[in-house]
């Protein structure tokens, strides 16, 4: 049974950092890109971070130089260390497992910034 968990969400002031943690197990072999979405009420998922097998990483602007993208590969799992939190990061935060024939999701972990 493949499954993908998310943690390490919660409820943070301004400023403050939260460090995600996204787990793949079961039958989920071959990864090939590990990644980290969030959709905030109202409007579309869109990518944060990606970290492809060999190590490259991608972010999307909003976060570039707050947020960073790592992985363990021997444990299958990914982190998102963001730091710097703002309002307007509050969102479900998802990760998105790609092998090469399959992608996998996890239900998401609430991250709140209060002002």
């Known amino acids: 049974q493949a499954q993908v968990v998310e943690s390490g969400g919660g409820v943070v002031q301004s400023g403050g950092s939260l460090r995600l943690s996204c787990e793949a197990s079961g039958s989920i072999q071959g990864i090939y890109v590990m990644g980290w979405y969030r959709q905030a009420p109202a409007t579309e998922r869109e990518l944060v971070a990606a970290?492809?097998?060999?190590?490259?990483?991608r972010y999307a602007e909003s976060v570039k130089g707050r947020f960073t993208i790592s992985s363990h590969k021997v444990k299958n799992t990914a982190y998102l260390q963001m730091n710097s939190l703002q309002p307007e990061d509050t969102a479900m935060y998802f990760c998105k497992i790609t092998t090469r024939g399959h992608d996998y999701w996890g239900q998401g972990t609430q991250v709140t910034v209060s002002s």
């Open positions: 970290i492809v097998s060999g190590g490259t990483t």
